[in-house]
């Protein structure tokens, strides 16, 4: 018989390398990479900001039709009229003084 061997094998320190390297290389890739933890965690935050700036935009459309409806022919808001021919046109009544 031969003697007992007192210092591991080559092989399997190969082994052990070979797969901490690997075990390294995939826990940085779930964490940094570009499906990791930190890309998901910015991708469910520009979500909420979009969601957000698509609530606004909702509620700005909706303004905006209630104004066009206000002033459509069918239901047509002289208040709305008169504030936006003085706004837009830079209107005046003839009874009103300007100041500047």
Same mark, same amino acid.
């Given at each position: 018989?031969?003697?007992?061997?007192?210092?591991?094998?080559?092989? /399997? #320190?190969?082994?052990?390398?070979? &797969?901490?390297? =690997?075990?390294?290389?995939?826990?940085?890739? !779930?964490?940094?990479?570009?499906?990791?933890?930190?890309?998901?965690?910015?991708?469910?935050?520009?979500?909420?900001?979009?969601?957000?700036? /698509? #609530?606004?935009?909702?509620?700005? &459309?909706?303004? =905006?039709?209630?104004?066009?409806?206000?002033? !459509?022919?069918?239901?047509?808001?002289?208040?709305?009229?008169?504030?936006?021919?003085?706004?837009?046109?830079?209107?005046?009544?003839?009874?009103?003084?300007?100041?500047?």
């Amino acid at each position: 018989m031969g003697r007992p061997r007192k210092t591991p094998a080559f092989g /399997a #320190a190969v082994f052990f390398t070979i &797969v901490f390297m =690997l075990g390294s290389y995939f826990t940085f890739a !779930s964490v940094q990479g570009d499906f990791g933890l930190f890309r998901r965690i910015q991708i469910e935050a520009e979500a909420e900001l979009l969601r957000s700036e /698509a #609530a606004t935009l909702h509620a700005e &459309v909706a303004i =905006l039709r209630n104004r066009t409806r206000r002033l !459509s022919d069918d239901f047509l808001d002289l208040d709305l009229l008169d504030q936006q021919a003085r706004e837009v046109l830079g209107m005046v009544r003839g009874d009103e003084v300007v100041l500047r």
